[in-house]
């Protein structure tokens, strides 16, 4: 292939990784939203906590093992159904995110004060008369290697909220 036809097949090489990566972006998210003002809406319709996890999907280790010691199994998908709304907030670096969800993220991480990954936390969110987010955090956690451990933390961290 000569370099003009590589300069011409480049354009169309990127666009069509671009669209594979924000395919495989939508695609990951089984079930999780990845905005904030949808989990916000859907967590004041139901009554549920917002349990957020921070996350580096395609990169960290701990991460890909959460995901498939608890997050992807039928039991955990149950109870999250029942119980919270789920958001998961993404920083990959093999496929990029819409530049609103990423600024969202980074945002997030900034006033949780995450750190590491995988980082989880369970809040409620109230708005203010400017569209303004005041969070009550009811608790974080990290890697458990069990649906029942993951889901027992989450339920204490949830209880221990309303009786205060």
């Known amino acids: 292939m ?3 036809n590589l300069l011409y097949c480049l354009p169309i090489l990127f666009a069509t990784f671009m669209v ?3 395919a495989e972006y939508k695609a990951h998210q089984d079930g999780w939203m990845v905005n904030l ?3 916000y809406e859907e967590s004041k319709r139901t009554g549920k906590p917002i349990m ?5 999907s395609d990169w960290c280790g701990w ?3 959460l995901s498939a010691a608890v997050f992807n199994k039928d039991e955990f998908k149950t ?6 709304v789920l958001l998961e907030l993404d920083y990959p670096r093999r496929f990029k995110v819409p530049s ?4 969202q993220n980074a945002d ?3 006033a949780f004060k995450v750190r590491g990954f995988p980082t989880i936390w369970v809040f409620d969110l109230d708005k203010d008369e400017n569209n303004r987010y005041s969070i009550n955090a009811m608790g974080k956690t990290g890697y458990k290697g069990t649906v029942r451990e993951f889901t027992t933390d989450i339920n204490d961290m949830i209880a221990r909220s309303k009786r205060s």
């Open 63 to 65: 991460c890909k093992k």
């Open 100 to 103: 609103d969800i990423k600024k």
């Open 20 to 22: 594979q990566a924000q």
């Open 108 to 110: 997030l991480q900034q």
């Open 37 to 39: 003002d949808k989990a």
């Open 79 to 84: 109870w999250a159904s029942e119980n919270v």
């Open 52 to 56: 957020a996890n921070f996350t580096g």
């Open 2 to 4: 000569s370099m003009r």
